[in-house]
């Protein structure tokens, strides 16, 4: 498998294994399977893992597959889903998620440990889902004066290489915190041909993801990509039940042109998806949501063949599905 730079991380495999799919977040797996398609991931030249607490079982699978000891060379990174606790407790929250990923996981060090909830200037009001704004967004005094902190804190002590931000807020916090120092050295950003969070947007802007993945990198900041093929919606067919009205499932139908267009080709829609993500300008890792071993070969698949040619990124974009 090839290799990329992220951020300080250094060279990593250009995939890695999100705790998502394992963790059942993207449908139903046995644990059996799920610790297979870990193993597998590592077989498959994966150094990488993507987890966290809100990820079902992934951590503790981590743990009670690798009893601490990690095969050579592996990385870890998990996350914290803070929200806006009170005025002086962000610092002991962000050290008991870290404390309890790392217990599960049995482990004494991640490599990176991102901040897992919405940014957003104080007072902003979410289009969807403001009576929770709290619980799922962090307000911007909040994140300057004690997280950013916290995090640095716990990177002078050893316990976390790096600390970094899932980028999928309100664009123009994420990239206030991008502009920030100290800044994140990374960053977890959408990454696929709709540029399209789906289900995860509660806000009402554009969520102008290459902006954000262009600002990091313009700041030396390393990127991992996220839902390649947007939870399912630039697949063959959606593997859990959803209702029509669902975000990703209006995404789903929106891609009608790209599955036929894929069709012509004779490519899977899941296959392309990921190569034209691997493709993306800026982006340095692509983070896989596969829940077992035949959508990982898939993934194998995608990115022993490469980026896609120039000319299938022309004829997809040209479909008017971005955006």
């Known amino acids: 498998m090839k290799t990329s730079t992220v951020g300080p991380l250094g060279p990593v495999s250009r995939l890695t294994l999100g705790g998502g799919g394992i963790g059942q977040v993207w449908g139903k797996v046995s644990r059996e399977e799920a610790g297979a398609t870990l193993k597998a991931a590592l077989d498959g030249g994966i150094d990488i893992l993507d987890t966290a607490p809100m990820y079902g079982d992934c951590e503790r699978l981590i743990g009670d597959t690798f009893s601490g000891a990690l095969p050579a060379g592996v990385k870890v990174t998990t996350k914290c889903a803070l929200g806006s606790p009170p005025a002086g407790e962000v610092a002991a929250r962000l050290q008991a998620s870290l404390e309890a990923s790392l217990t599960a996981m049995q482990l004494a060090h991640i490599d990176v440990f991102f901040l897992h909830t919405f940014i957003a200037a104080d007072g902003y009001a979410y289009a969807r889902g403001d009576a929770q704004r709290d619980a799922m967004s962090i307000r911007w005094s909040l994140y300057l004066e004690e997280l950013v902190p916290a995090f640095e804190q716990l990177q002078a002590q050893g316990r976390i ?161 971005a955006g």
């Open 161 to 321: 290489g790096c600390w970094g931000i899932t980028a999928i807020g309100v664009p123009d916090a994420v990239l206030g915190a991008i502009g920030h120092d100290p800044k994140p050295p990374v960053i977890q950003a959408i990454t696929n041909l709709m540029d399209s969070p789906g289900g995860i947007r509660p806000f009402a802007e554009p969520p102008r993801p290459r902006d954000i993945i262009a600002a990091a990198k313009a700041r030396g900041i390393g990127v991992f990509g996220i839902r390649a093929v947007q939870a399912g919606a630039l697949t063959a067919a959606l593997d859990r039940p959803l209702s029509p009205e669902h975000p990703d499932a209006r995404d789903f139908a929106r891609a009608a042109p790209y599955r036929e267009l894929c069709a012509a080709w004779g490519e899977d829609p899941a296959v392309v998806a990921h190569r034209y993500a691997l493709g993306m300008e800026g982006v340095d890792n692509l983070i896989l949501g596969v829940k077992n071993r035949a959508e990982l070969a898939d993934a194998l698949r995608a990115e022993a063949a490469g980026p896609l040619e120039p000319v299938q990124v022309a004829a997809i974009d040209a479909l008017g599905l």
